[in-house]
């Protein structure tokens, strides 16, 4: 009602005041012009501003309402956001694409489809020294990528860089093992060694990463007293690394012989077998 009263006010007024010009011949015609220009322009700014100062209290509360809606529609929908902004900070970053093997959250498997809110990975196990299918598809949501670190076990594509861990003891003969353990490694990466160093050598100056040697090396571990593990670092091609391992193990147990284990008799039980036998 008052807009509908605002508006032909303002309209009156502008044609009086125009009126009133017209009749006015003491003024020249330039002067009547800038008059009118002037007088038409002040009454649109007053009539916007009555605009404003009548529909303003109107405008809060709907700017409220939809400000309220704006704050429970992103908290409704957070998840979805969150996985739409992981998405791209992976697009961004690279991060992994199809066919890379990863681990996020405890999840690790080969990457088939990532689309704009989730990612499936075809799931490898147990644990993450096995190579195995397990035949479970895991579907992630991307938003873990803000929670979680991720590993990338085949970020350098074609070939990386595989480690066999051995288990001994202080009894077995640690020296011949770890002779036998590297011949292996070397007689089973000659094939493809020095293809895998000029690739590496190739991704120094596209990844900004200094190559590692693709030499097998066997270095050694105390993880604690009385234990001791053998560490076999070798080039493989980076689909097939358990092909690789178990070629390697096979050969090394072939002709590594261990200690004799020696379990010591349950004294508690023979001393009460001695014990039933003088009764």
């Known amino acids: 009602l008052s807009t509908a009263v605002l508006l032909p006010l303002v309209f009156l007024i502008r044609l009086g005041i125009q009126h009133a010009l017209l009749k006015t011949v ?13 007088i038409r322009n002040v009454l649109l700014i007053v009539f916007i501003l009555g605009i404003i100062s009548i529909w303003a209290p109107r405008l809060q509360t709907f ?31 690279k991060a992994y694409s199809l066919g890379d093997l990863i681990e996020i959250g405890g999840i690790r498997g080969n990457v088939v489809d990532h689309n704009a809110l ?41 070939f990386r860089l595989h480690i066999i861990t051995i288990p001994l003891s202080t009894d077995d003969d640690w020296k011949t093992a770890e002779q036998l353990l590297l011949t292996a490694g070397q007689e089973e990466s000659f094939p493809f060694i020095e293809e895998a160093g000029a690739y590496f050598k190739n991704l120094e100056g596209k990844l900004w990463l200094d190559a590692p040697s693709v030499e097998p090396r066997v270095t050694i571990q105390l993880p604690e007293p009385g234990r001791i593990h053998l560490l076999l670092r070798v080039p493989c091609p980076t689909q097939y690394p358990s092909r690789l391992e178990q070629a390697i193990l096979k050969k090394f147990l072939a002709e590594f012989q261990f200690a004799p284990r020696f379990i010591l008799p349950d004294t508690t039980l023979a001393h009460s077998s001695d014990s039933a036998v003088s009764r």
């Open 26 to 38: 003491e003024l020249s015609v330039e002067s009547r012009r800038r008059w009118a220009i002037n």
């Open 63 to 93: 700017a409220v309402s939809i400000f309220a809606v704006a704050v429970a529609l992103v908290l409704a929908t957070k998840e979805l956001i969150a996985c739409l902004s992981g998405s791209g900070l992976r697009m961004l970053t």
């Open 118 to 158: 989730t990612t499936t990975l075809l799931e490898i196990g147990p644990g993450q020294t096995s190579h195995q299918y397990t035949g479970r598809a895991m579907v992630i949501p991307n938003s873990l990528l803000f929670t979680h670190p991720l590993t990338n076990e085949t970020y350098t594509k074609k």
